[in-house]
């Protein structure tokens, strides 16, 4: 069946302006989450949603960082005011339920220029 | 807080050789342990993890770990590389009870050279 799948794969912005990457989780994944990715380092967390509330968004590093997941399904993060410092490799993954394994999608590279 | 140290950021070694990635963390509750795997230009995906039970856990594809509570310590290891086994390969934790995120290491780097 498909995956977790991320759009766009690629994304490259001046600094700025606003960015929203979008996630599909696997169908009947019940929670979602987001990490960002930086060159050389482990992913990071930034925030998860069971449905459609966001459970934890302790790691978002500040307001600029906003998801939301209206339907329970599909995940939108989005970021205003970009700074370079926010490029990353943003990575989207799904689960069950809470507790369960989760499954990563392939990532969206961004780029702030 | 956990954290996830993986004590080298790039191994190289020759095909068929053994290879030891080393992992350990630090909680003051109890955890879960998993191997990711990343291989060129794809996303994350499971190796392999503890969850419970016997302390000694295997993947489909030879690789095996070992958790050793007292060292804290979540070691990977292979007798013997292939050539696709190249990836960066992570260590992460999650706590039983409470937050659900995964807190992962820097990455290992793993190179395996003919």
């Known amino acids: 069946g498909a995956g977790v799948s991320q759009t766009p794969s690629n994304k490259v912005t001046e600094k700025g302006k606003y960015v929203e990457l979008r996630c599909d989780p696997i169908?009947?994944?019940?929670?979602l989450y987001w990490y960002r990715q930086s060159l050389g380092q482990g992913p990071e967390f930034l925030i998860y949603f069971q449905g459609t509330g966001a459970a934890d968004d302790s790691g978002l590093p500040n307001d600029r960082f906003f998801a939301v997941r209206p339907e329970g399904s599909v995940s939108t993060l989005k970021i205003q005011r970009t700074e370079r410092g926010d490029s990353a490799v943003y990575l989207c993954a799904s689960s069950l339920m809470i507790g369960s394994e989760q499954f990563f999608g392939p990532g969206t590279r961004l780029t702030v220029l | 807080a956990q954290s996830v140290t993986q004590l080298d950021s790039q191994v190289p070694v020759f095909e068929e050789a053994p290879v030891e990635l080393r992992c350990n963390y630090s909680?003051?509750?109890?955890?879960?342990l998993f191997w990711y795997v990343q291989y060129p230009n794809q996303g994350l995906q499971l190796l392999l993890k503890?969850?419970?039970?016997?302390?000694l856990v295997e993947s489909i594809n030879g690789f095996e770990a070992e958790f050793n509570k007292s060292q804290t310590s979540f070691h990977l290891r292979k007798p013997s590389v292939h050539i696709s086994d190249t990836a960066e390969y992570f260590c992460?934790?999650?706590?039983?009870?409470?937050?659900?995120?995964?807190?992962f290491g820097q990455g290992t780097r793993l190179t395996i050279n003919p």
């Open positions: 503890y969850l419970s039970g016997s302390t």
């Open positions: 909680s003051s509750v109890s955890v879960y």
């Open positions: 169908s009947g994944h019940t929670a």
């Open positions: 992460a934790v999650i706590i039983i009870q409470g937050a659900q995120k995964l807190v």
